[in-house]
């Protein structure tokens, strides 16, 4: 008879042990990355009441997660509250969001909305229905945020989603344009903030899976494969394989941003500009060479070879 040749008991041990520090390690960065963007932008204050805006995937889930885990040791009192559009997509779940968030022990709003039939009958098969769908959800959630009073709208969206928009208003739009960490919403009424702004996608993604978050496809946009916001998270991804650190680099540029080298009139003055006699270190640098860890050449062809 063969010998069972049984490993020793330290070795699974030590290997639970490991995958427990990496887990502690990714909440604690994210904990770390997510106090961090509200300390930079101020985004809660003493007394606010948060309203969460939960979705059903990884990064509104994990959202909630940090903000609960950040509420326990905050200097500041604030309150949080989850809120679910229920968009009566076909065959949703309806009943997992409440069972999670009731078990979780969080305050919760369920808001039943038929978003998905307007859509379907308004944009044409094939169609493209996030921005229609993105706009009626907006209302939607503004006119809750109202009923609930509270005083900022949080959202899911982390540093990809950032990278994302701008480079989707750059190349479709023609316009250099991000999605802020916090911002008036465009009623006037309300403050909207992105606490996972400096948040990578990869990290959230972990996270669900560690924590077993109980994700909810959305089956209205999610089977539009060729979505412009696909094509432009698949260069990011290329990127981040073939040239480790760009990806961090364009992110460093969001809020590195040198007005007078770029060329919006109503940003700058440049038609009264005149010479003031004093040295200025932004100032024209003639015909001086920039400082570039990629050649001019590698990043021309970078963009023409990226399809």
């Not at 948060?50 to 903000?67: Q, T």
Request: glycine fraction near 6%; charge should be neutral.
């Amino acid at each position: 008879m063969q010998a069972v040749t049984i490993p020793p008991v330290n070795t699974s041990l030590k290997s639970i042990e490991k995958i427990t520090y990496e887990n502690n390690k990714l909440h604690k960065r994210l904990c770390r990355l997510v106090g961090q963007a509200i300390g930079d932008f101020n985004m809660i204050e003493e007394g606010d009441k948060v309203m969460v805006c939960l979705s059903g995937g990884k990064d509104s889930y994990a959202l909630l997660d940090i903000l609960m885990s950040l509420r326990e040791r905050a200097p500041i009192n604030f309150e949080i509250i989850a809120v679910n559009l229920d968009q009566k997509q076909p065959n949703f779940p309806d009943h997992i969001l409440p069972a999670y968030l009731e078990k979780l022990g969080v305050p919760f709003h369920i808001e039943n909305q038929d978003t998905y039939s307007i859509v379907k009958r308004l944009i044409p098969e094939g169609k493209t229905t996030c921005s229609l769908c993105s706009r009626l959800r907006r209302g939607i959630l503004y006119r809750v945020a109202d009923e609930l009073g509270a005083t900022k709208i949080a959202l899911g969206h982390h540093r990809d989603d950032i990278m994302e928009t701008f480079f989707l208003n750059m190349f479709f739009g023609g316009k250099l344009k991000g999605m802020p960490a916090k911002l008036q919403s465009d009623d006037g009424k309300h403050i909207v903030i992105r606490p996972l702004a400096y948040v990578k996608e990869s990290d959230t993604e972990r996270y669900a899976e560690v924590k077993k978050f109980p994700i909810i496809p959305c089956d209205l946009c999610g089977s539009q494969e060729n979505l412009q916001r696909k094509q432009i998270k698949q260069l990011m991804r290329d990127w981040d394989k073939s040239h480790p650190g760009r990806v961090d680099n364009i992110f460093s540029s969001l809020s590195t941003v040198v007005p007078s080298h770029l060329m919006d009139k109503d940003l700058f003055g440049f038609t009264g500009l005149a010479p003031t006699g004093v040295a200025d270190a932004n100032g024209d640098k003639a015909f001086d060479e920039e400082p570039c860890a990629v050649p001019t050449t590698g990043v021309i062809n970078l963009f023409l070879n990226s399809d």
